[in-house]
């Protein structure tokens, strides 16, 4: 945790001074974790944007008790967009001479990028590493491969015992990257690689989902650049081989991704470009967000408010909302078992016709904006967040 009201502190990539940033109110069902404030600071040096006041005991708790991971679209091992994505991740190691070698993918989910290596003759043992490893069990495992309880601040492996580490959209969810970056020092051979994958937020304007999509992401902690990453990996005694940025699919869109390999060697010290301004993407995605929060509160002109869908956006933008004239309604069961700081989640079905409609998940926006339609809520009441 951050000493209140500290002004800078030494920048978690790099060292540099971070400063204070903005504030990002954060909510959530329940007692989430996620009931906070967050102090998002900003390295000048390296450009990393990171919510200095929450820790990995914290949000380990929301991994395990809040949400369910496993069982999103996201880690399905048989998405089209899944495999592509794989596929790519092999090509790129491959392109670099990295294959034939004891591996783990750190934060493995189902497992598809190391059942994607047994499939193609990888020749060398896989591993997969996650926090909960034991749904996996049940599925039929290529003899190559194994899976392991653990997390990437202690990896269940011996001294220098690897030749390859992977992590997938592993960093920018956890607070201590120099325990994580360590520790894969520890486990890998010298001159063994290093790769990890994270959104580039250098990018995150480049293909906007919502205006405030990549910031309302609560479990997010950290928004990397390529310099952040790289310095963070230089100060563990790595050096970076190469620094890749691409658009890349997911089943449910596309994102902008940033990609660095690395080996446990002294080596040239690769140039890295900064390619976008992460801090004021940051600041713009909050003017967005309460810009249109005035605006929902301006057209309901005292009225009464319903809010459909449940989403991590809807978390951002609630705090900025007057709660007494709020209902809420999602269609998933799950959430009508909820609470939202008291207040009850109904079916769509039920709500009142009255007042204004407010779509909050910029993915499904069109689908829900057409199904209250056909609840009878007219155009001119319906609010899309974008
Ligand atoms: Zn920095």
Known sequence: MTAAGAATEACPACGADAGHLL???????????????????ACGSCGLVYASNIDDARLASFYTGECSYFEKPHFSVTAPANLEK?????????????????????????????????????????????????????????DAVSFRAGDALHLPF??????????????????????????????????????????????????????????????????????????????????????????????????????????????????????GDVAGF????????????????????????TVWGCSAELFSLLPLLDLDRVRLCDASPLKQAARYKGLPIGRPGDMPVEGMLVVAPYLHRNAIGKAARELGWPERAIYLLE
């Open 23 to 41: 504030d990002w109110a954060y909510s959530g069902l329940g007692d989430s974790v996620f009931n906070y404030t967050a102090d998002f600071f």
């Open 86 to 142: 794989y596929a790519f991740y092999a090509r790129m190691l491959r392109e670099h001479g990295v294959t034939a070698t004891d591996m783990a993918d750190v934060g493995c989910g189902r497992g598809g990028f190391v059942r994607t290596l047994a499939g193609s003759g990888w020749g060398g043992r896989l591993w997969g590493i996650d926090v909960d490893v034991r749904s996996l069990a049940d599925d039929e495992v290529p």
């Open 158 to 275: 011996e001294h220098g015992s690897l030749g390859l580490l992977t992590y997938f959209h592993v960093l920018e969810h956890i607070r201590d990257l120099d325990g994580v970056l360590a520790e894969a020092a520890r486990v890998l051979r010298p001159g063994g690689h290093l790769l990890v994958e994270v959104p580039d937020a250098e990018h995150y304007r480049s293909l906007p989902v919502g205006t405030a999509f990549w910031f309302s992401i609560r479990e997010h902690v950290n928004h990397f650049t390529a310099a952040a990453l790289a310095s963070a990996m230089r100060r563990h005694g790595f050096s970076v081989v190469t620094v890749s940025r691409q658009v890349l699919p997911t089943p449910e869109f596309s994102y902008p991704s940033l990609m660095l390999l690395a080996t446990r060697a002294d080596g040239p010290v690769t140039a890295v470009e900064m390619a």
């Open 282 to 305: 940051a600041l713009e995605s909050k003017g967005a967000l309460e810009r249109q929060a005035r605006e929902i509160a301006s057209l309901a002109e005292g009225g009464s408010l």
